[in-house]
């Protein structure tokens, strides 16, 4: 039981870090368009 309580804390660690990329992918697509560049990054709701 106690290596799959270890996993789930793992895969949570896991997703927080998921969830902190994509945020930073929408920061940087964001300013990349406010600077009327072209972006080919997706958004975090098309991945």
Known sequence: MLQNESLLVE???????LRKALNDL??????????????ILPTATEI
Do not use: P
């Not at 895969?11 to 870090?17: T, W």
């Not at 300013?31 to 009327?36: F, M, T």
């Open 26 to 39: 929408e920061r940087a697509n964001k300013i990349l368009r406010g600077h009327g560049l072209a972006t």
């Open 11 to 17: 895969v949570e660690n896991l997703r927080k870090q």
